[in-house]
């Protein structure tokens, strides 16, 4: 299985985006501190890129593993009950915890915005070490009760903005394709990597139900990859407003209609899946919506702590997590956990 990544970004081509001759940062997704099946990185799909980046030639002092600001998770908590350790110390990978002794400098976009310059007055503000590198997104396919799905794109908003970004929840959509604007003048390549072992269904970013459908998708069009990854997951993708807007833009292509996929038939794959917009956590969710940037944004955020770390990881979370890893996939998760001895 983790030869197949291999394969798959040397069927997209990935060296005509990202080349060994600079540096590279592997932006892992961490939707949450605990593991949850389809919720971050998995530890196949990191070990799957690095493998197949060192294979080719990348030197692994030029890789680096970057972890972004999360409100309310515990980053370093969150690599080591995702796996991430053995994978990043077994191939010398330096790890970057953005939101820890990083310089972060204020960027003047090249190309005008939608909604960023007016929701950050006092300008917008990127990692400095991303200037000039190329970057590989490591999203998990999910939905999301804000976006409706939880790609590329949300991945690189996550990684770019620094702790304000929970400001832009206001105007998400515009925001995720203001992010991505950047990054498209900032990156010297963007390549994604997305992992579908397991499927998220549900208002995520964290109450989602796994699905295991045994997929993984690759491209260098983030846009085109969120689109083909909706409408695998049963959305239309033109009629998402973060998809739309980029793709009239000419940031990619989101008419699935335009895109070429090689690889597997994936015509027939229709999940029929729901982002759900009902119950507490989604409730949640638009609070913190409504709340960010406000002196009682801090509550919200302390709210979903108490709600998803406790009332639902134990009550629900835990008996999915059982369920969904008793095959060979649990096996393959654990046999990471064996690596650094907990």
């Known amino acids: ?12 081509s990935y ?6 001759d600079g540096e590279t940062v592997l932006n ?52 080591v009950f995702n796996r991430h350790v053995s994978v990043l110390e077994s191939y010398d990978i330096r790890v ?16 005008r915005l939608r909604a960023l310059e007016k929701i950050f007055p006092d300008g917008i503000y990127i990692p ?30 996550e990684s770019l903005l620094d702790e304000r970004s929970m400001r832009a929840y ?9 992010a991505f604007t950047i990054a498209k003048e900032l990156f010297r390549g963007i390549f994604t990597v997305m992992d579908g072992v397991f499927a998220g269904e549900g208002p995520g970013p964290l109450s989602y139900m796994p699905h295991e459908k045994n997929l993984i998708l690759a491209s260098s069009d983030p846009v085109a990859l969120d689109a083909v990854a909706a409408a695998v997951m049963g959305f239309e993708p033109m009629t998402i407003p973060f998809i739309r807007l980029a793709h009239d833009a000419e940031l990619g292509t989101g008419d699935i209609g335009e895109i070429e996929i090689l690889g597997e038939d994936i015509s027939g794959m229709h999940f ?15 609070m913190e919506k409504k709340l960010a940037g406000t002196f009682l944004a801090p509550l919200s955020r302390l709210l979903t702590v108490l709600y998803s ?34």
């Open 272 to 286: 029929d899946f729901h982002a759900g917009q009902s119950g507490m956590d989604t409730r949640i969710r638009l």
């Open 28 to 79: 892992i997704d961490l939707s949450w501190h605990h593991f949850f099946p389809s919720g971050s990185t998995t530890p196949w799909q990191l070990d799957g890129v690095l493998k197949t980046l060192i294979g080719d030639g990348f030197l692994h002092r030029r890789i680096s593993a970057c972890y972004g600001i999360r409100k309310g998770i515990s980053v370093k908590k969150g690599e």
């Open 96 to 111: 970057i915890h953005l939101g820890e002794g990083e310089r972060w400098i204020r960027y003047e976009p090249k190309t």
């Open 128 to 157: 400095e070490r991303f200037s000039g590198c190329a970057i590989i997104h490591l999203p998990t396919m999910k939905t999301d009760a804000l976006s409706m799905i939880a790609g590329t794109m949300y991945a690189n908003f």
């Open 1 to 12: 299985m983790v030869d197949d990544y291999g394969k798959l970004m040397r069927l997209a």
């Open 15 to 20: 060296t005509d985006t990202v080349k060994p």
């Open 170 to 178: 206001s105007a998400l959509h515009e925001a995720l394709v203001d």
């Open 309 to 342: 770390d406790f009332y639902w990881y134990v009550g629900v979370g835990e008996k999915l997590i059982r369920n969904a890893m008793k095959g060979n996939w649990g096996t393959l998760f654990e046999s990471y956990r064996k690596k650094i001895g907990s």
